[in-house]
């Protein structure tokens, strides 16, 4: 990684992580600065990049604000004087002077308020309006992304799209903060970086915190020369202002000198943040240089937010999912252990669950000097030896674990290949009595953007000049261990400890996993209402205000695009509804009772009357036999069939909807059939999946959740869901309910 600058000075990485990137004391050369002090909005420091303009309207210097710049800003400050510590406002465009209109950004942050006016770009969007119809089109593709990649991909193509930047690249940070491009779109004048690492020192701490604060940052050109901040005599020796939240702050040298090793002339960031914790970047590049203008900034850090949340969903959603299957497995292992005064055998009965609970391929239960091995272990003896050592550890909390125990143990080496990952659980405050879960050693190789250990002596540090891919093969390395591992790990000793070891009462470890898992649930709940409910309420409110106090000035186009974005908010609302009652079916409490079907199909029926208004259908309904289920979730099941059926029928001339009964010795078989638009059963395994669609949005409404509501309500009561049909020939839906003992005779 070192080397010398081009022009033959060193450039020190090694202080870096301590350089003063907030207090730079300068600004890019593409607009100006004002600092006022907030008591007399007085200018206490300017910077201002085009001296022509000082001599044109006066230097600001030391001047009340209705007196600077021709007094373009005087009307602003009630709006300065009201704006709150760490918070920004963006007060419109401003003329100054011969210069244009600069877009101008007020930001309030210790004891200074700074004026930020950025000159334009020549040929920039009037307005963010203009640039709506590509955030409508990220909108409707992200609604098809399944999976965090997908989404990642889908916003690299759009940003570029918007920017016109060469590269653009989706920018994640692992746990240790070093990154990898996960997703890239580009063209041919610079290279790929797709699936490349770069090590934590590229992004040190405090700019990675800057980052998390500020959405966007810019830096148009590599080789520009910075404008001085100029002060008044009165704070020359006052502490550094900070910039911090400034788009024109300049930038650290060294990180100029890092763009210029890489090839790019300009470059642009947009922050992800999940959680509230940077997860990564939106990072584009360009050859040459290139000036992004305000608008076109303001929509990809809107397309940054969104990506956020979708984000921060999606990994919400499989964590929870996540969770609660290792808390099924866990249920089965208690299963086993009550009432059973050997655990050990217990567990041993159940070696698939026990291996299961934290995805590991070997575990061995070691207590009162017995050694009992399940899947591919060390010897016994290996793993006795592996004790004494475990015991002699500072244990975080009775738990151990590491996905390179030969790194950390030399001893470990001999037997890396089927143990180079350990999780241990120490399960006796008396005993040395542990369950230990192994995980094989997984070679991988790693590609870095240029060898991450290279040093070159004689040489002070400086930025790296290469970023060709260099491979990395990582040995004595098992997949790591996450959260889930640890905790399900975790929930397992209390268990064994408190339910088996001690006696304590089964039901009550029991209901707090089941409270824990609620809990869960509801987090998430919460998550998807307070971070998606609301955006999608405001865009629905303004775009209202903006119709009844401009829509006599809007012209045909402008008017269909706030009809399509209050359209595709309140449709995104509805999404959000049927999640969250999707994640809530699954918690639910269920009360099975002795009900007619017939009777509810009839009620069900009816109510969905309105659907139909003005058709004819063909009901063929069948004798329905009774059945001890929940009323309420047979409902929503019966309710979601019918509706798909009518809503699926809508085309045909002739609908007609059969529902009917069959039965088998274990089960009742109740099925929907229609004639309406069917499906290719190539697809069918997609069709009862969270989301998934056959058909697209524009031919039949609906969000892809009900079929998922329906296959969960009838997991819960034990039965089957299925699905047969045929394009343009109908459909028919299947659904089982298991007899109770007794109910079918």
Known sequence: MSSRNAGGSSLDLSSCAREPIRTPGAIQPYGLILVLDPATLTVNARAVANPALVEEVGDPLGQPLDQILAGTLAHCGPVLQGLQQGTSHFLGAHRVGSGGYHHTVAHRIGGDIIIELEAP?????????????????????????????????????????????DRTMIYQFDPDWNGAVVAEDRNTVLPSYLDLRFPESDIPAQARELYRQNRVRLIA????????????????????????????????????????????????????????????????????????????????????????????VKQR????????????????LMGRMAGDTDFMA???????????LTESTGAAIVHRGECILHGECPSQHQVMQLVQWLTAQQMDGDIFCTDT???????????????SGVLAISISQIHDSFVIWFRPEVVRTVRWGGDPRKEESAQPLSPRTSFEGWKQTVRRQSLPWNDVDRDASLELRTAIVDIVLRKAEEMAALNEQLLRSNKELEAFSYSVSHDLRAPFRH???????????????????????????????????????????????????????????????????????????GRAIDWQIGALPK?????????????NLLSNAIKFTRDTSDPRIEIGHDRNDTEDIFFVKDNGCGFDMR??????????????????????IGLANVHRIITRHGGRTWADGQVGAGATFFFTIPFVTGDHL
């Open 121 to 165: 770009v020549p040929g920039e969007p009037g307005s963010l309006e203009d640039l709506y119809p590509s955030i409508r089109r990220f909108m409707a593709a992200i609604e098809q992304a399944p999976t965090t990649q997908a989404l990642c991909e889908i916003a690299a193509v759009h940003i570029r799209e918007l920017t016109g930047f």
């Open 221 to 312: 050109d590599n080789q520009y020369t910075p404008v001085p901040l100029v002060r008044v005599p009165a704070i020359a020796d006052a502490p550094p202002t900070d910039l911090g939240p400034a788009m024109l702050r300049s930038v650290s040298p060294v990180h100029l000198q890092y763009m210029r090793n890489m090839g790019t002339g300009a470059s642009m960031s947009v922050s992800v943040v999940s959680e509230g914790e940077l997860w990564g970047l939106i990072s584009c590049h360009n050859q040459l240089a290139r000036r992004v203008p305000y608008h076109v900034r303001t929509a990809c850090e809107f397309i940054g937010q969104i990506l956020s949340l979708q984000i921060s």
């Open 317 to 332: 959603a499989v964590l929870v999912e996540e969770r609660i299957a290792r808390r099924a497995i866990q249920v089965r």
């Open 346 to 356: 217990a567990l041993g009965r159940d070696q698939r669950n026990l291996l299961a």
């Open 405 to 419: 125990l030969p790194l950390d143990w030399k001893e470990a080496e001999a037997f890396a290949g089927v143990a």
């Open 539 to 613: 865009i629905v409110g303004y775009s209202e205000l903006l119709w009844s106090s401009a829509g006599e000035r809007l012209n045909d186009s402008e008017k269909r695009f706030l009809d399509t974005i209050v359209e595709s908010a309140k449709s995104a609302g509805t999404l959000v509804d049927d999640l969250l009652s999707f994640s809530q079916m699954g918690r639910s409490t269920m009360g099975q009772i002795a009900m007619d079907m017939t009777a509810l199909v009839d009620d069900v029926r009816h109510k969905l009357d309105m659907e139909y208004t």
């Open 627 to 639: 059945v001890q289920a929940d009323p309420g979730m047979l409902r929503l099941v019966w309710q």
């Open 683 to 704: 697809y069918v395994d997609k069709l009862f999946g969270v989301f998934q669609r056959l058909h697209h949005v524009d031919e039949y409404e609906g969000t892809g």
